[in-house]
């Protein structure tokens, strides 16, 4: 009888979330070069040129792909004829292993996750516990597969209980423009057909953990129904021209994997799942001959991409800047910025906006300032601060006005796009909203000279930071009139792929 140790299982945990947090999968690395490669407006190859240097710098650097390093998910095959080592439960053994990754001291990931989440959302600290998916199979190993999943994209799933007759392609076609680039395009789309509602959701997620194989399959050309509805979604949502970040452009997905499962006669359950731009999975079998070995990747497997700059990139120097200077700029301009600038994002917002509601001063002075929406990872060594790429701006949206209103405030970076009350909101306040690549986190660090807490430091990651910056790369997203690069670019790049 083979018999798992404990601590083999701990490790093989702890090491599988290091390896994913710092190396993307190379089939993933492969068709976003191929993207890259095709990709004809500039604003989404710039984007995807980005997040491929980041990921190269991150496998040298060990450090983390994205400043979201996920929430824990677990999909466990346990052989029936297996015995244990040890006295925790399975559920206690991974997140054993989720706390060692996420309290590394070489490389220490974000603790993300909040219990309580109806009520005082308590980060617990060490980004337990994980979500366990366990499944009995006859035979004598542990299999497991792990991913670290980001919340911006994790947000964008959506459920439908479709009637049978409904067409899945037109739903999905429907739902997508719909989630907004929050989910860090291109990606993959998960989707998980039939069962029961939760079944459909699980079939989903399940799904994007297989390989990218998508230009394998258009070459060879589909052989059942799912790879036909597969190529059909894949076709039509690019077509669609949302492109990296949302900017517009030619690729949307890299890929779609459907998963099914036989369902009641009266229903058609369909789940999608988008997985963005720090796609990080990592499969392994325990035997009882010790921890997994996990090879590390080879850097030659990385493309050679120099980020070629911008020579008409707008300096701009963010300690003496007028509002005057701010409305003169264009939207899907590309702006280095210099100086200093504020970070803040969703508990941060919500204790200002309560403090400016009950007429208290704010412990900070936002006037003819930015704001950076973002939730930096620890620094290590001599960094000065940790991954820090932009989060979803549109959570941020209730908050703007009032923001902009009382505190004086020229403008704010995240990334994606603005809702419509925001851009309102913008155009009547002449400020403007600027967008950093999202899942390029480690590159847009080092842009960081400085970083010091200066308010809110009980809200760990979600302190309010002053960063100095020095040419930090943004794009000009939404312009001080109140128009905006993600409606503009997808509808232009959709005129074009649409008539193809
Ligand atoms: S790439 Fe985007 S969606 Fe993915 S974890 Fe990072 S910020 Fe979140």
């Known amino acids: 009888?083979?018999?798992?140790?404990?601590?083999?299982?701990?490790?093989?945990?702890?090491?599988?979330?290091?390896?994913?947090?710092?190396y993307h999968p190379l089939d993933f690395i492969q068709a976003m070069h191929q993207a890259y490669l095709v990709e004809q407006s500039d604003a989404a190859r710039d984007a995807i040129a980005q997040i491929l240097v980041n990921s190269?710098?991150?496998?040298?650097?060990?450090?983390?792909?994205?400043?979201?390093?996920?929430?824990?998910v677990a999909f466990v095959e346990v052989g029936m004829g297996l015995s244990w080592q040890g006295n925790m439960s399975l559920e206690d053994m991974i997140n054993q292993g989720v706390r060692e990754a996420y309290n590394n001291v070489d490389n220490p990931l974000r603790a993300s996750i909040v219990a309580d989440p109806a009520g005082v959302r308590k980060n617990t600290r060490d980004n337990t516990p994980a979500v366990v998916h366990t499944r009995l199979v006859p035979g004598n190993t542990l299999s497991v597969t792990l991913a670290a999943k980001g919340g911006g994209s994790e947000?964008?799933?959506?459920?439908?209980?479709?009637?049978?007759?409904?067409?899945?392609?037109?739903?999905?076609e429907q739902v997508v423009p719909t989630l907004g680039a929050g989910w860090c395009p291109p990606g993959i789309l998960g989707i998980g057909i039939g069962g029961t509602a939760e079944k459909a959701a699980l079939l989903a997620k399940e799904s994007m953990m297989a390989p990218i194989d998508m230009a394998q399959l258009l070459a060879r050309g589909p052989a059942t129904a799912l790879e036909e509805l597969r190529v059909e979604i894949y076709q039509?949502?690019?077509?669609?021209?949302i492109g990296a970040q949302g900017l517009g452009g030619v690729t949307t997905l890299l890929d779609v994997k459907i998963m099914d499962y036989p369902t009641h006669a009266a229903s058609k359950p369909v789940a999608l799942m988008p997985n963005c731009a720090a796609t990080r999975h990592i499969h392994f079998t325990l035997d009882g001959s010790g921890p997994a070995n996990l090879q590390p990747p080879s850097l030659k497997d990385w493309p050679d991409i120099t980020l070629q700059g911008n020579k008409q990139s707008r300096q701009v120097n963010l300690d003496t800047l007028t509002a005057a200077e701010v409305q003169s700029w264009q939207p899907g301009e590309t702006l280095l910025l210099?100086?200093?600038?504020?970070?803040?994002?969703?508990?941060?917002?919500?204790?200002?906006?309560?403090m400016l509601n009950k007429g208290e001063k704010l412990p900070v002075d936002f006037h003819n300032r930015f704001i950076y929406y973002v939730g930096p990872v620890d620094a290590v060594r001599d960094e000065v601060i940790g991954p820090a790429g932009p989060t979803t701006a549109t959570r941020m949206d209730k908050f703007t006005d009032t923001l902009l209103e009382k505190t004086g405030l020229l403008g704010?970076?995240?990334?994606?796009?603005?809702?419509?009350?925001?851009?309102?909101?913008?155009?009547?306040h002449k400020a403007v909203y600027m967008i950093a690549t999202g899942g390029a986190?480690?590159?847009?660090?080092?842009?960081?000279?400085?970083?010091?807490?200066?308010?809110?430091?009980?809200?760990?990651?979600?302190?309010?930071h002053e960063f100095e910056v020095e040419n930090m790369p943004v794009t000009l997203a939404v312009d001080s009139k109140g128009s905006s690069v993600h409606q503009t670019g997808p509808a232009h790049w959709q005129r074009i792929l649409m008539k193809k």
Request: glycine share 8%.
């Open 1 to 22: 009888m083979t018999t798992i140790k404990q601590q083999d299982l701990i490790q093989s945990i702890a090491d599988g979330l290091q390896f994913i947090s710092y």
């Open 412 to 428: 704010m970076i995240g990334k994606a796009e603005r809702g419509p009350a925001a851009i309102e909101s913008i155009k009547k």
């Open 441 to 464: 986190a480690y590159l847009v660090s080092k842009a960081i000279r400085a970083a010091r807490v200066v308010a809110f430091e009980d809200l760990g990651m979600e302190a309010i």
């Open 338 to 354: 210099s100086g200093k600038l504020l970070t803040g994002r969703d508990a941060a917002h919500k204790r200002m906006i309560d």
């Open 56 to 72: 190269r710098m991150c496998a040298e650097g060990r450090r983390p792909i994205c400043q979201d390093t996920g929430i824990v």
């Open 236 to 241: 039509r949502i690019n077509r669609l021209g």
């Open 155 to 172: 947000n964008k799933a959506r459920l439908a209980m479709l009637n049978p007759s409904d067409n899945i392609a037109d739903w999905v």
